[in-house]
């Protein structure tokens, strides 16, 4: 069943890459310098074979986090959730103010954005363990409506939050990968 999975979603990533070969640069398809460090910071190793009950448990964390589900597949593993919040900061505001005054143009300032949360279980090689890899993205609009910033977030206390909550919902210690 896993290996099935990851046959499936390493297919479909392969035909998205040669559907669009013409549009992606070579450079986005190359790994990161901290790629390792930021896979080990997502992913972490639970002691169960029973991966919907951990996936269950991992929705139901997201859930009290705040994040609202869009996706789920229990079958591939797969939970999508997202949250809103205010993006307005103190200084982007104070200077769109200033420049609006002194050249008298109306800059656009982020106002909205919505943090994602990407959720994958899969069985551990070893077939006793389940991993859980989580990614938190940033999705920033402006004052303009328009999408001005897409991150990654890689603040190690957010990801350390979530495996020990859901540590604590599964009663089980979750080791680094």
Same mark, same amino acid.
């Given at each position: ?27 986005? *398809? #190359?790994? &990161? %310098?901290?790629? /390792? +460090? @930021? ?8 002691? !169960?074979?029973?991966e919907?009950?951990? *996936? #269950?448990? &991992? %929705?139901?964390? /997201? +859930? @009290? ?8 597949? !229990? ?28 050249l ?15 959720l994958v ?57």
């Amino acid at each position: 069943m896993g290996m099935g999975r990851r046959h499936l979603l390493m297919g479909a990533g392969a035909a998205t890459l040669v559907a669009c070969n013409d549009t992606i640069p070579k450079e986005a *398809l #190359q790994l &990161s %310098a901290t790629a /390792l +460090q @930021d896979r080990q910071m997502q992913t972490r190793r639970f002691g !169960t074979r029973e991966e919907a009950k951990l *996936l #269950q448990a &991992s %929705a139901q964390v /997201l +859930q @009290d986090l705040g994040f609202n589900l869009e996706e789920s597949a !229990t079958s591939l593993g797969v939970v999508v959730g997202s949250k809103d919040r205010d993006a307005r900061e103190t200084g982007q505001i104070v200077g769109a103010v200033f420049l609006a005054l002194l050249l008298g143009v109306a800059m656009p300032v982020d106002t909205r954005q919505k943090i994602r949360a990407s959720l994958v279980t899969l069985p551990v090689e070893n077939g006793a363990d389940t991993a859980v890899r989580v990614t938190f993205q940033r999705l920033v609009w402006n004052s303009r409506n328009e999408l001005s910033k897409i991150e990654g977030i890689k603040d190690a206390k957010i990801y350390q939050e979530f495996f020990d909550k859901l540590s604590q919902s599964v009663f089980l210690n979750a080791q680094e990968i």
